[in-house]
């Protein structure tokens, strides 16, 4: 039996009938450099030092301009408990967990564009099991089918395409990493760290490879709630607020004391929220027969759009990722106001008086965590309706293991990096500024924190009422975009002018109307994986 936390951080996985463990070494067999462009080409690798009775499931690639940092998992078969596994007692599987494949089929080569030949082969599973991977020779002898091995087919999961490594000078050759299709705290995909490889690949393809399950039922890898405190002490990012920004972050409990009001559909008058919010309708969907405003006094409700950073903390949620292989530790931050937009064409850069602005911003950042090390691994920066990922070799650091994240002026999109970024057309050099940077506004989640939800821990962590509520945490208010539009139209130069039409569509949705957003547990990625 296992208890949680005993396997966090050990160098192994277990996921039922299988035990993984990650491979970090490898051997250079092969590299494609690209002739034309500015990618660097890729290189192909072979896992080494893999432990006694675990097997290759497949090779390694990376892009040569990336120091090299990845991994592949390698897989052995567990002596069964079958009760754990949902197994009647005395039943013995015909089938054993891995085999070998049966040979390998040889789905392309070349003689050009890199140092030798290269060779990709597709194992070919008997009956019942599915390839996790390729493999990469530099010479047209097939493979050893000792060299890898297939996984019972129930023990998998589909995969998809993501994130292209090379596409080829001279055909349409590509390769792609590979990740499970269903993502989020409830699913038990587990990525293999493998390739595949195609002529003509799309997202929708069914692949010839799969990945892992993770079966057992305890989540066997995930950290206990002291070692969830211990990783957030050690990694805890310093959130930098911009220095000119005027709508600092709270805490809930502040917006909730100094004044906001909740409002239901077709009464005038809000109602004073109490300071654990334990008077907000519970639950449900938003259907905006509810929301959250500033107060109604003048002075009070500039008070309140200016927040408070003294009081303000980071709400984390703690869920599996990739199968309970990976942690991730979702934080969220809380402003009162999310400050109006301002707009940039070409080298014109204007304020919007209103466009942009919204009462109740939520936004957040998540740490992702190595359940077979409890290193860092990446950190996922939302920027309003997206977002990306950013491995830890790519991160700034403040006291040693705590990455930074840069806020943006008025609108709190998380970046790794300062500087301003464009969100619109960066051809046109059309869109919304956001504007990071660094200075003495900032807030430690090292120290300031509270973990508010973290399911897979059962009734260890109690949530606070207000994340129980699903509405909306601003009103709905819509602008007159298009005479605002109008008036920066005005001010181009004849040359660089664009209708009213083309402007509203360089621009995001978001900006046309007041809408006060969602609280954290209505977000899709509360469950979900982030949007990448």
Known sequence: MHFLGQGFATGRIDLGELEVTKITKFERIWSYNLLHGKAKGTTFYRPLGIPDCFFCLGYYCQPNDEPLRGYVLVAREKAISYPNVGCPLGFEPELPALMKPLNYKLIWSTESHGEGCGFFWLPNPPAGYKAMGLLVTDNPEEPEVEEIRCVRED????????????????????????????????????????????????????????CLKNLESTLHGMPNLDQV???????????????????????????????????????????????????????????????????????????????NLESAELYVHVKPALGGTFTDIAMWVFCPFNGPATLKIGLMSIQMSKIGQHVGDWEHFTLRVSNFTGELWQVYFSQHSGGVWVDATDLEFIEGNKPIVYSSKGGHASFAHPGTYLQGSVKLGIGVRNDAARSKYSVDSSAKYQIIAAEYLGHEVTEPCWLQYMKEWGPTIVYDSRSELDKIINLLPLFVRFSVENIFDLFPMQLYGEEGPTGPKEKDNWEEDERW
């Not at 090379?166 to 792609?176: C, G």
């Not at 003509?200 to 010839?208: K, R, T």
């Not at 930098?240 to 709270?250: C, Q």
């Not at 449900?284 to 002075?299: H, S, T, V, Y």
Request: net charge negative.
């Open 229 to 307: 405190h211990a990783l957030i002490n050690h990694y805890g990012p310093t959130v930098f607020f911009h220095p000119d920004d005027v709508y600092m972050p709270s805490s809930v409990q502040w917006f909730f004391k100094n004044g906001a009001l909740l409002y239901k559909y077709g009464k005038v008058k809000g109602e004073p929220i109490n300071y654990q919010g334990s008077n907000l309708p519970f639950g449900g969907k938003n259907d905006d027969a509810f929301w959250i405003d500033l107060p109604e006094d003048d002075d009070a409700r500039n008070n309140v759009k200016k927040g």
């Open 155 to 210: 023990l998998t999961e589909n995969c998809e395409i993501c994130d292209c490594m090379l596409t080829t000078d001279t055909n349409p050759f590509q390769v792609w990493n590979t990740r499970p299709c269903k993502r989020g705290m409830f699913a038990r995909g587990v990525s293999v760290g493998t390739f595949f490889c195609g002529i003509c690949l799309s997202s929708e393809d069914q692949l010839d490879v799969a």
